[in-house]
């Protein structure tokens, strides 16, 4: 196998149009341990991001010491990436891991024992529940638990408590992405697949650096591009990524206005009549509304705002106009923007203008950033209801109630769900009281963070914190539980393209850790939540018995599970759902018959404006008639609400790198990965870089309204006018705070979020930058990324060459020894500032 920190994507197996993606098994096992020397190898799937790669875990002595793609499943096709070869056990069999409950006394964690530690939180919760009613409680989730746990907690939480406060950290990465789905086809569930990607003829990536978040997903794409049919690549983006590398068509927009450009593209295709009148006028609804809106948005308007050519704005619509497949990914840079949901919705009209949906190459992948987004947008966990149920309909609410033997007034449905904005909003105020915090780091991955500090450090607020390490947020925690991990229990979760997998119990957990299932389990059985005949709420003995709940809730609606079982995930691929009886091996695309469910009485959501956020309501939805088909929807472009001004002249945007995921809590406990981007950086254009006078690696100060950080600057191919910071790096391995020298880009984000998604705009700020201490060489950013220089350390600007490094830089592609494997991995990590002693303190 390539070396694949400095060679990411691997080798290049091409294959052209149509025909299947070959397959190439990737491997990584612990120094000095050949393939004969596993004992056993256990069926999983990595969860270190959200392309749901299948693969093996291998066991030796009791000990997961590798792991390899599973050659037969239809997402990977036996392929890994970086962090799932370098950071899957690794990043779990770690001497910081938390082996057992911890409680504050007198100001500081100490451990103790599963009942004191579940005592603690059920008399505080049960005292709240008394005195203050379900609305003082708030759970706030992740992207990385499992579906049965999922579904646990978003039954313990609208059927035993009753709080419509629940939400997940993916209302931070993609909660658009639903929102999207919904207000263009009535319900979440991805149209397309990644076969689509063997079968395009172009492939239009909307603010997605795929070859970074998703990077076998992008291998898959670049065995296509060394193919004899090479598909069209056009790629929105504002820094030269690898996927700008590639494209066809570049358009390098401002942040914040793309839905500026979405409106020209629109315009343009229906302008040059490249649309399916029968096919609009068969299954869609809102074209007269949607061509207003658009009218106005010209190729040199918009060009005007976005900061890009007219005319590239010209071929990109044509490439999607004359194209005979078009597949269309979006991301990040447009769900952490300004006008996220909206924009989005762009890009399902121009599908739907076009009728390409249903068919090979012909999809839509509103992405996904995390492995099991998706389940958490299933369960309900992130507030809305189970199985694609629309709060707003009273008979979804009956049946969720008659399914759970539970009053229906129990359910919360009064009101739409609380997202996690206004959640951290309420503990601030004070009237919640109670949050608990499951596989997530608020402390660093949440807007405006020395806001969020504040709030997780209330005296008033019982904060519990359910995670695998120590991490910031835990550290504010009154109570902290050890979590099992990937490989140490048993589950479900979904990917971006709905196939299911099976992640079967490889190892024992750490000391006293448990699964996330048991102890919610745990607590809904202290708690005494019963039915209305007097049974216990959930009497599931584990994650099968979860499942078979599960599934039974999902049956009827769009996510059907009903045709799937353990047994049936085990030896195989995996499956995409619905799979039922009218689809007894799962669909891989949606929508291939244009009906869509818009059906008021079945569909999930009755629409947003998009604009003001305003619900549609179920009396207006239904007179729109909408019978089946998609709905054209459309809004008013405004810009940012904060953009440069004389004292905060750049815009900021974050992002991720191929060699991190979220915090850093798995992967920076990889030496590999973490030698390969060791700490915090900022990237600047080479022009806006000589008006400040900063060289490459200078130590700069990057400052917004709300905040600060200090770190090396990198010198990139990133826009003129923009300041891209990566999100990854907090404090859990220097000193727990931010100190003399913050580090965490989140420092600088404002508290704002889309009207209809909720999401946050990570991607839209004002800041200054300065130089505050000179150059000690290259910053320690990637060299082989969007992240690559393309100026020699306090050198003159370099050249760049047709592979798009700078031409002094190019000895510094690699600028780390190539990773090493020992045989105890875990002993060469970073060790967090606090460690807890037995009995003892931090």
Not at 6 to 15: A, D, F, K, L, V
Not at 98 to 106: A, C, K, T
Not at 732 to 756: C, F, I, K, M, Y
Request: a negative charge; aromatic letters at 8%; charged letters at 20%.
């Amino acid at each position: 196998m390539a070396d694949r920190i400095s060679e990411i994507w691997g080798t290049r197996t091409p294959y052209a149009r149509d025909e299947p993606w070959p397959v190439r098994v990737d491997q990584a096992l612990d120094a000095g341990v050949a393939e004969g020397d596993v004992d056993r190898w256990v069926q999983s799937a990595c969860v270190l991001c959200s392309n749901g790669c299948a693969c093996d875990i291998a066991v030796k002595d009791g000990a997961m010491v590798g792991v390899r793609g599973r050659a037969g499943d239809l997402v990977n096709h036996g392929r890994l990436g970086p962090k799932g070869l370098f950071a899957s056990w690794q990043g779990v069999a770690n001497k910081d891991r938390l082996s057992r409950p911890l409680i504050r006394e007198n100001g500081e964690l100490v451990e103790c024992d599963w009942d004191t530690a579940m005592g603690r939180i059920v008399d505080r919760s049960k005292q709240l529940l008394r005195e203050r009613g379900p609305l003082s409680h708030g759970f706030y989730t992740s992207g990385q638990l499992f579906l049965e746990e999922y579904y646990a907690l978003a039954v313990i939480g609208k059927a035993g408590i009753g709080t419509p406060h629940m939400d997940g950290n993916t209302r931070l990465c993609t909660a658009t992405a639903a929102a999207a789905l919904k207000e263009s086809f009535g319900a979440d569930g991805q149209p397309g697949a990644y076969t689509d990607i063997d079968s395009c003829d172009a492939m239009f990536l909307y603010g997605h650096n795929m070859a970074e978040t998703q990077t076998v997903l992008w291998t898959r794409v670049l065995d296509r591009i060394a193919g004899p049919d090479r598909p069209k690549i056009v790629c929105v983006d504002p820094r030269d990524t690898m996927v700008a590398q590639y494209a066809d068509v570049h358009l390098a927009v401002r942040p914040g206005t793309n839905l500026a450009l979405m409106n020209a593209l629109v315009r343009e295709l229906l302008h040059m009549g490249w649309e399916d009148p029968e096919y609009v006028q068969a299954h869609t609804q809102g074209l007269d509304e949607l061509r207003k809106a658009v009218e106005p948005w010209t190729a040199e308007a918009a060009a005007e705002v976005c900061g890009v050519d007219a005319a590239d704005i010209r071929e990109a619509a044509r490439i999607f106009g004359t194209s005979g497949r078009v597949l269309s990914t979006v991301l990040q840079g447009f769900y952490q923007s300004s006008q996220a949901t909206a924009a989005s919705c762009q890009v399902n009209n121009l599908h739907l203008l076009r009728g390409m949906l249903g068919k090979p190459g012909c999809g839509i992948l509103q992405m996904n950033g995390q492995p099991t987004a998706q389940n958490n947008r299933e369960c309900g966990a992130d507030g809305d209801l189970p199985g694609f149920r629309n709060w707003e309909n009273a008979e979804h609410v009956q049946e969720l109630a008659r399914l759970w033997n539970v009053d229906p007034m129990t359910i919360p449905h009064w009101a739409p769900p609380t997202h996690a904005m206004q959640i951290f909003r309420y503990a601030e105020q004070g009237s919640i009281e109670f949050l608990w915090i499951s596989a997530t780091n608020p402390a660093v991955s949440m807007p405006e963070l020395p806001r969020i500090r504040d709030i997780l450090a209330k005296p008033g607020l019982f904060l519990v914190v359910q995670d695998l390490y120590l991490t910031e947020t835990a550290q504010a925690a009154d109570v902290v539980l050890p979590a099992a991990g990937w490989g140490e229990k048993t589950g479900t979760f979904t990917n971006v393209n709905r196939t299911v997998h099976l992640s079967d119990k490889a190892v024992e957990p750490p000391g006293e850790a448990r699964s996330d299932l048991d102890i919610f389990l745990d607590y809904s059985n202290r708690m005494g939540f019963t039915t209305l005949d007097g049974s216990p709420l959930l009497t599931w003995d584990g994650p099968e018995d979860a499942f078979e709940a599960w599934k039974e809730c999902s049956g009827g609606r769009p996510c059907d599970y009903t045709g799937i079982s353990y047994e049936r995930l085990r030896g195989g691929s995996g499956i995409a759902w619905p799979c039922n009886e009218e689809n007894p091996h799962g669909r891989m695309r949606l929508y291939e018959d244009g009906v869509f469910p818009t059906e008021p009485d079945y569909c999930e959501s009755y629409g947003h404006d998009l604009l003001t956020g305003a619900s549609v309501g179920a009396q207006a939805f239904k007179a729109m008639a909408p019978g089946g088909r998609a709905i054209l929807k459309s809004a008013v472009y405004t810009s940012p609400h904060e953009e440069p001004d004389p004292a905060y002249p750049l815009r900021y945007t974050t992002g991720r790198t191929a060699y991190h995921f979220h915090t850093r809590t798995k992967t920076g406990r990889s030496a590999p990965l973490t030698a390969a981007a060791p700490k915090a950086w900022v990237e600047i254009a080479g022009e806006d870089a000589d008006a400040l006078g900063i060289s490459e690696g200078d130590l700069v100060r990057v400052s917004s309204r709300r905040g600060r950080i200090e770190v090396p600057a990198r010198i990139s191919a990133i826009r003129p006018g923009t300041v891209f910071a990566p999100f990854h790096y907090g404090y859990w391995d220097a000193g727990a705070s931010p100190a003399q020298h913050p580090t965490a880009a989140n420092e600088l984000t404002l508290t704002e979020w889309d009207p209809v998604s909720k999401q946050p705009m990570f991607k839209n700020a004002a800041v200054r930058v300065e130089k505050i201490g000179p150059s000690t060489g290259y910053a320690p950013a990637p060299t082989t990324t969007a992240s690559r220089p393309v100026r020699s350390s306090g050198s003159a600007p370099a050249t760049a060459t047709a592979g798009g490094q700078a031409g002094e830089a190019e000895e510094f592609l690699y600028h780390s020894a190539p990773p090493q494997f020992p045989d105890a991995i875990r002993d060469a990590q970073p060790t967090p500032p606090h460690n807890v002693q037995p009995g003892g303190t931090p």
